[in-house]
């Protein structure tokens, strides 16, 4: 038998309208984020993106180290994958040390946004438009 190598790693599921990112994260000596197995800044070319996944690492009094930080997104548009993933990486920050809790909870990284699409009803045209009223 060959002795094999674990790979310690925490994970982290985060979810955002129709969005589902499941987040991995291991120690290392810098910082990498890949996303569908492609580079942060190949996969989210818009800046506002690439900072919004990356404003949990910027949290102050977190104590948050180097990571290689992999994450597989499925589903939803551009924007709501990029807070999926925020929200994975907050929560596999909390499972790897608890004490992390409260600065991320304070910068509003741990909530949910339970907000989606509200779905069509019969007889209108979409959720809540109706067709035009006419008398006669």
Do not use: C
Not at 33 to 60: C, R
Not at 67 to 76: F, N, P, R
């Amino acid at each position: 038998m060959s002795a094999t190598k674990t790979v310690v790693y925490v994970e982290g599921i985060g979810r955002r309208k129709t969005a589902s990112a499941r987040v991995r994260l291991t120690p290392a000596s810098a910082t990498v984020i890949t996303v569908n197995g492609k580079e942060l800044n190949a996969y989210f070319q818009n800046l506002s993106h690439q900072k919004d996944v990356q404003s949990v690492l910027d949290t102050k009094d977190a104590g948050i180290e180097n990571y290689t930080i992999s994450a597989h997104v499925v589903g939803g548009g551009i924007s709501s994958q990029a807070e999926a993933i925020r929200l994975g990486i907050a929560r596999a920050l909390v499972k790897e040390k608890a004490s992390r809790r409260g600065a991320l909870k304070a910068e509003g990284f741990l909530m949910r946004d339970p907000r989606s699409v509200e779905r069509k009803k019969f007889g209108l045209r979409k959720a809540r438009k109706r067709p035009a009223w006419s008398k006669r």
